[in-house]
């Protein structure tokens, strides 16, 4: 056999990557270029309620650094809804969906807008006989809610920064 398996594989992943690189295909967060675009100097939560508001702020701080000095403040409304998925023919609700639309809006110093817009997140929670275990689920529902909009937001951010920037 004149060539082997694994050079024929080197050489198409070596082409695939030239492919990619030739396109203008960018990682969303490779270089201190981007973290240092989406550093913040505040960030403002509102229309949620306050163990929320704390969950979501310290998500967004552990993937973006708060500086003082930074440029730029982002503010956030977050509207939560509750609903009963579930429904027993006794009327006993047991599984919950917990629905999370956040509306943001990056400010520059002046509190003019760069940029702006909407997410929703879902997830889902049991209900059970004893309220205390369903309120522990409902709080480990909510840190899991608070953590994908922080990570949707930043991505969405990053997104839009690199669009921004080639464009």
Do not use: W
């Not at 205390?132 to 991505?155: C, F, G, H, Q, S």
Request: hydrophobic share 40%; aromatic share 4%; glycine share 6%.
């Amino acid at each position: 056999m004149l060539f082997s398996k694994r050079a024929i594989l080197t050489v198409l992943a070596g082409g695939a990557v030239l492919a990619v690189a030739g396109c203008g295909f960018q990682p969303i967060a490779t270089s201190s270029k981007d973290a240092e675009a989406l550093r913040l100097r505040s960030v403002s939560i509102s229309d949620a309620p306050r163990r929320f508001e704390y969950t979501l702020e310290q998500s967004l701080f552990r993937i973006i650094n708060e500086d003082p000095s930074a440029p730029n403040r982002l503010k956030v409304d977050v509207d939560l809804q509750e609903r009963g998925l579930a429904i027993q023919q006794d009327d006993a609700i047991t599984r919950i969906n917990i629905v999370a639309t956040a509306e943001y809006e990056l400010l520059d110093l002046n509190g003019e807008k760069i940029d702006a817009g909407r997410l929703t997140s879902t997830t889902s929670l049991n209900a059970t006989a004893s309220q205390y275990a369903t309120e522990v689920n409902r709080r480990e529902a909510m840190k899991r809610l608070a953590n994908d909009i922080a990570n949707r937001l930043v991505t969405s951010l990053r997104i839009r920064g690199l669009q921004a920037s080639s464009g």
